[in-house]
């Protein structure tokens, strides 16, 4: 049954009707809606629409004084005096008016202290309880003696109360029983899969229900896991998906942690890159690096891609013995640095990059890089067709791996990971696909992806962030967590829901991740990082090799 006539059959039968459901199911919009139908289905004439004067939001500083009646300050008397609250003064006019019926909209009912705020109306409000109105007076019916006024009270049968109640909203009390009693409750859905294409196509047109396609889609998939999961109070409302124009003026940026490497790598002398993340650096101006070797056991080291290498001129085309060392040029924000030494590290069974070279000037490299520059960083080489390095520093260290460990697949690339140590946890580090690095950097957003990526991003999943924290389901969330969490609550089934949705949202370049630990846990959205879409989407890797960084990082 249509939604506005199920609620206009509840309103005739109870007087007093609640929309209860999740937010965003547009339990206020039925309002119009149960409006324009209720002459056709009634019989007469609606002089109240539940809008404008004959609606009223509750919060919890919501008085019987200003619902009611009560003692309210008077300017222009200088003195309190008594008022008609906002439901008694649409009382009277309904009172006025016996021929025609007053439809009153309480928007967010549960989010006042109800009993408090209605006091002597609960007596009153019930059909049974009701009296006729005939133009002064309300003759028959229950009768309350009010507070301030001290004048008998009863309520009239041609007001009808519409309340709205968000049924995810853990942060407010329940109604009690004998409010609950005195309405009749009606569930909104939120509308899903062609029900939900078909209404954004006549409220806003083809167009627009083109745009969110996929999240139509994918927003139906979502309820129905939060459904199976979490109860029918924690899907997430249709209305989030009405009224998204195209973006007007500019669109957002993808994120991209590479842009500064991109265009380093663009030069027409780069041959090749390779990279590794650093954690705090060795000797006491922190300009000691330690590099990853290669294992028996077949772990590719990262040692091996310096070589050939070559210093003011001079080249190197492999390892020297490992009593000595090797010399190398690098390039770092414009100036070159001769003589670095790779060598081996004497307190472990890994090498060291020694960032002591000097300018042609004399400068010497520790000076560019004083402060710690180098901690904490991603480590990027380029290398040069004349075997020179250039050095380029990749801050927000996370996203960056992710990206890099992206470009690093294919016939071109590839990535590894230390083995995580006393000395601290395990570090990635591989080499470049100079292709795919090129082409991840290529991907824009036009205005309709930006729309909808940005209902997502700022709107939706915020939401759905909050539903599951209210609930103490944030490991459903995350894809490292979700599996125990499913597996828990007997949800296994949803799973491939659950993998449908992550794949979408990182086609929008976007993900919900974990972050903080203990009291301080929470979740996030954050952007993917260009071109780092499978670093998402795809399991873990089991992380049981062994390595031989012993590391001092």
């Excluded at 310096?306 to 020297?320: D, I, L």
């Amino acid at each position: 049954m249509e939604l506005a006539l199920e609620t206009i059959r509840v309103l005739r039968r109870f007087k007093n009707a609640v929309l209860e459901g999740p937010p965003g199911t547009g339990k206020s919009h039925v309002v119009a809606a149960v409006a324009d139908a209720w002459e056709a289905e009634t019989g007469r004439p609606l002089a109240g629409d539940g809008r404008g004067r004959y609606a009223i939001t509750l919060h919890p500083n919501t008085t019987y004084e200003e619902f009611v009646e009560g003692l309210r300050y008077d300017d222009e008397k200088a003195s309190f005096v008594r008022k008609d609250g906002f439901l008694r003064d649409v009382i009277s006019r309904a009172i006025a008016a016996p021929e025609s019926d007053f439809l009153v909209l309480i928007d967010e009912l549960n989010r006042a202290n109800v009993p408090k705020v209605f006091g002597d109306l609960l007596l009153t409000m019930e059909s049974s309880k009701r009296g006729t109105p005939n133009g002064t007076e309300v003759v028959g019916g229950m009768q309350v003696t009010l507070p301030y006024s001290g004048q008998l009270f009863s309520m009239p049968s041609n007001l009808y109360l519409l309340g709205t109640m968000n049924t995810s909203d853990r942060s407010i009390a329940p109604l009690d029983s004998a409010l609950r009693r005195r309405f009749g409750f009606v569930r909104v859905e939120p509308l899903i899969g062609d029900a939900l294409r078909a209404q954004i196509v006549k409220t806003d047109g083809r167009e627009a229900a083109d745009r969110v396609e996929r999240s139509i889609e994918q927003l139906t998939n979502l309820n129905e896991a939060l459904r199976r999961c979490l109860g029918p109070n924690a899907m997430l409302g249709h209305s989030y998906l009405f009224g998204v124009a195209a973006t007007e003026g500019s669109v957002a940026d993808l994120n991209d942690p590479l842009a500064e490497l991109r265009q380093a790598a663009s030069k027409p002398t780069v041959t090749g890159a390779f990279w590794l993340e650093a954690r705090k650096l060795d000797g006491g101006s922190h300009t000691q690096l330690g590099l990853p070797d290669s294992t028996p056991g077949g772990k590719r080291g990262i040692i091996d891609s310096f070589y050939p290498m070559a210093s003011n001129g001079v080249p190197k085309m492999s390892r020297s013995t490992p009593d000595t060392h090797d010399n190398l040029e690098i390039t770092f924000e414009g100036e070159k640095y001769l003589d670095n030494l790779i060598r081996p590290n004497p307190s472990g069974n890994n090498h060291k990059l020694y960032y002591q070279g000097q300018s042609a000037s004399g400068e010497p490299f520790s000076a560019a890089i004083s402060g710690f520059r180098l901690d904490n960083k991603v480590h990027v080489w380029l290398r040069h067709s004349d075997h020179t390095f250039e050095l380029i520093l990749i801050d927000n260290v996370g996203q960056a791996v992710k990206a890099l460990k992206a470009i690093s697949i294919g016939p071109d690339g590839w990535h590894e990971e230390t083995r995580a140590s006393q000395h601290g946890p395990a570090r990635p580090y591989g080499v470049i696909d100079l292709a795919k690095l090129k082409e991840t950097g290529e991907a824009r957003r036009d205005v309709d992806e930006d729309a909808e990526w940005m209902v997502w991003r700022y709107a939706i999943l915020p939401q759905l962030i909050d539903t599951a924290m209210q609930v103490g389901a944030s490991n459903l969330l995350t894809k490292e967590t979700r599996q125990a969490w499913l597996e828990s609550a007997k949800a296994s089934d949803t799973g491939d829901r659950w993998a449908a949705f992550d794949d979408f949202l990182a086609s929008l370049s976007i993900a919900i991740v974990e972050e903080g630990h203990g009291l301080t846990r929470g979740l996030s959205v954050i952007d993917i990082p260009a071109g780092a879409i499978s670093e998402y989407t795809s399991p873990e890797e089991p992380d049981d090799a062994e390595d031989d960084d012993d590391g001092d990082q």
